[in-house]
């Protein structure tokens, strides 16, 4: 398990690069890697033997890789998943007006203290990105896994969840918002 780089380090700053296909078989270990943290890390056991902090999402700039690369492992009730992928070169291609936020906050395996506040983002997205294959994909998501995802999008264009925390007024969501549990 590579360890996560950390918030300061500035490759977690930088817009990472996009990833060429056909990919290189470092590129195609890194795909590995980052959704192996994630299934290990969601796993009772593993995740004590290896002391890793659980991760739903996982970006390689936190690897300390600076490409267009994350995976994702939402799971929903009952041992099902939400939704699983490597996302390649994802880009937000549409969103609602309507924000969400986690209603618990949200926290980074590059960010040691915990930053209070809801981070405000759409409650629904399409993205598009391309599968380890190279297929181009669009997929539609709204709240968990649409939650999950901007924060990994994020990642790789040098967005920290805390960057979308309201200063003054953390706590404050609109209205029409809608808080995710
Ligand atoms: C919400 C949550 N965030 C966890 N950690 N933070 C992360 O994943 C960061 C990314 C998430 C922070 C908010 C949105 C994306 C990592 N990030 O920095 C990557 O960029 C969790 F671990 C977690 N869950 C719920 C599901 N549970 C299943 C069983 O195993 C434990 C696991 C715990 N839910
Ligand atoms: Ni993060």
Avoid: W
């Amino acid at each position: 398990m590579k360890d996560i780089t950390r918030d300061g380090d500035p490759i977690l700053r930088a817009r990472a690069k996009k990833v060429a296909f056909p990919l290189s078989d470092k590129d195609k270990q890194l795909a590995h890697d980052l959704m192996e943290y994630l299934v290990v890390s969601q796993d009772e056991e593993e995740n004590k033997k290896y002391h890793l902090r659980p991760g739903v999402g996982l970006a390689a700039p936190q690897v300390g890789v600076s490409e267009c690369m994350a995976a994702v492992l939402v799971p929903g009730p009952d041992d099902t998943i939400l939704f699983k992928e490597v996302l390649v070169n994802p880009v937000i291609i549409s969103n609602s007006v309507q924000d969400a936020a986690l209603s618990e906050g949200e926290g980074c395996l590059s960010v040691d203290n915990d930053v209070e506040g809801y981070v405000v983002r759409h409650d629904r997205v399409t993205i598009r990105y391309q599968n380890l294959e190279g297929e181009t994909k669009k997929v539609r998501l709204k709240n968990y896994p649409a939650i999950v995802c901007q924060h990994e999008i994020d990642h790789l264009n040098g967005i920290l969840f805390y960057d979308h925390i309201n200063k003054k007024t953390p706590f404050k969501m609109d209205p029409e918002g809608i808080l995710i549990d």
